[in-house]
């Protein structure tokens, strides 16, 4: 099946600094890739859509200053959380859709962001 | 807006029958599907429905969709302990688009 890599898994961060989280289709062209973030015995929720080479789109109630969103190449998409908060303490996770067999997405195994 | 609701824990013993449920409340709801989440891991896809279909089965496992009362089942035959994680159900309205999550079934199972 398609592999969808993230990295870093586990980032620890201090309160002020940006943190950037990639995520990449290893075996795949993805067209568009999604961003959700989960809290603990929590369910995923979408954070944004990112088309490549356009803007990303965001969900009600994410700010897009704060989490910058890049899908620069059709294997790559990055995730920057910038002036990161305590309350930004989350695993984020990624998903792939690729060009061909639209209604699968593939999942990243996630990364952990602890902001101190 | 949208909502996918699941139980939160089932447990069983090992070389049971599991079977996790999920409603949704979108009638629009074309793909639905079955997601497989371990301890600090991403999510690992086990299967999906297209809306059309009543029945799926791949292996061990056999999902069913009640379209009418917008009711999805996934039944784990022979569980073993190794399927102990988190299930989550979700579901998405057209090809390609972000899903909907439940919040997810732990799955504990004792040997």
């Known amino acids: 099946g398609a592999v969808v890599s993230q990295h870093p898994s586990r980032v620890i961060c201090k309160s002020g600094t940006s943190v950037k989280i990639e995520c990449r289709s290893l075996?795949?062209?993805?067209?568009?890739m999604f961003w959700y973030r989960q809290f603990p015995k929590k369910s995923l929720m979408l954070m944004a859509t990112s088309n490549e080479g356009s803007k990303a789109t965001y969900e009600q109630g994410v700010e897009k200053d704060k989490f910058l969103i890049n899908h620069a190449s059709l294997t790559l998409s990055t995730l920057t959380v910038t002036s990161a908060h305590p309350e930004d303490s989350s695993f984020y996770i990624c998903?792939?859709?690729?060009?061909?067999?639209?209604?699968?997405?593939?999942f990243g195994p996630g990364t952990r962001l602890l902001v101190l | 807006g949208e909502d996918v609701e699941q139980s939160l824990f089932l447990s069983v013993r090992e070389g049971d029958s599991s079977v996790i449920n999920c409603t949704y409340t979108?009638?629009?709801?074309?793909?639905l599907y079955w997601y497989k989440q371990e301890p600090g891991a991403g999510l690992q896809l086990l299967t999906y429905i297209f809306s059309n279909m009543d029945m799926k089965q791949d292996q061990r496992l056999t999902v069913l969709l009640n379209k009418k009362d917008k009711h999805l089942s996934l039944r784990i035959a022979d569980t073993q302990t190794g399927d102990s994680a988190i299930y989550f159900c979700?579901?998405?309205?057209?090809?390609?688009?972000?899903?909907?999550f439940g919040k997810g079934t732990t799955l504990s199972v004792s040997s």
């Open positions: 979700a579901e998405s309205n057209q090809a390609g688009t972000a899903l909907i």
């Open positions: 998903s792939a859709r690729g060009t061909v067999g639209r209604e699968t997405q593939y």
């Open positions: 075996d795949f062209q993805a067209t568009t």
């Open positions: 979108d009638s629009s709801s074309t793909y």
